[in-house]
């Protein structure tokens, strides 16, 4: 299983939106509605921000947004925020109890 | 509060067996699925095994078919990762991770493993 492909990195300025891409095939983002996205600081554990590609965890700020088209999923942030820099993964079921991550997209603020 | 708390990690040779333990606490263990994820050092995430509530159900990523072994003890709260014929690429931090209906909703603050001569 190769990775889901996510661009290496995004900036933006605070308060400005991102979209972070996770793109797959019709065999894990496009054959299933199991996409969901973590977001990952160094020496802390990954923490659940999408789930079922567009909702969203009790706790997660609604600045956080996902969606799907095809075989590529997304990620929104809007209202960026300093807190918001970290390394963010997409996640995909892939079948028979399967499962495979994006690359890794790290978000800056600048 | 939901606590998942991996022990076991440390330097093995290559060729060598690791046993990684979870225990879980602050949720119904039984009635969860829990997956093992790994992150080498610079690396991204990389889903690696997982086991059903029951145990019944397992799959595993092919780099580690054979090699690794998931198992738990619902009595005890605990899962376990035996590896076994351990590999420099298998260096990493081990995750011990609960998975809701195909995603990870909590994660354990990790096991590292070092596989080196």
């Known amino acids: 299983q190769s990775a889901l492909a996510q661009p290496a990195s995004v900036s933006g300025s605070p308060g400005q939106s991102i979209t972070i891409s996770c793109a797959g095939t019709?065999?894990?983002?496009?054959?299933?509605?199991?996409v969901s996205w973590y977001q990952h600081q160094p020496g802390k554990a990954p923490i659940l921000v999408i789930y079922?590609?567009?909702k969203r965890p009790s706790g997660i700020s609604d600045r956080f947004s996902g969606s799907k088209s095809g075989n590529t999923a997304s990620l929104t942030i809007s209202g960026l925020q300093a807190e918001d820099e970290a390394e963010y993964y997409c996640?995909?079921?892939?079948?028979?109890?399967?499962?495979?991550f994006g690359s890794g997209t790290l978000v800056t603020v600048l | 509060e939901v606590r998942l708390s991996e022990s076991g990690g440390g330097l093995v040779r290559p060729g060598g067996s690791l046993r990684l333990s979870c225990v879980a606490s602050?949720?119904?263990?039984?009635?969860?699925?829990m997956s093992w994820i790994r992150q080498a050092p610079g690396k991204g995430l990389e889903w690696v095994l997982f086991?059903?509530?029951?145990?019944?159900?397992?799959s595993y990523i092919d780099s580690v078919k054979g090699r690794f072994t998931v198992s738990r003890d619902n009595s005890k709260n605990t899962l376990f990762l035996q590896m076994n014929n351990l590999r420099v690429e298998d260096t990493a931090t081990y995750f011990c991770?609960?998975?809701?209906?195909?995603?990870?909703?909590?994660w354990g603050q990790g096991a590292l493993l070092t596989v080196s001569s």
């Open positions: 991770v609960r998975q809701g209906g195909g995603f990870f909703d909590y």
């Open positions: 602050g949720f119904t263990f039984d009635t969860y699925a």
């Open positions: 086991i059903s509530s029951s145990g019944v159900t397992t």
């Open positions: 019709s065999s894990d983002v496009g054959g299933y509605t199991a």
């Open positions: 079922g590609g567009t």
């Open positions: 996640c995909a079921y892939s079948g028979e109890s399967m499962y495979v």
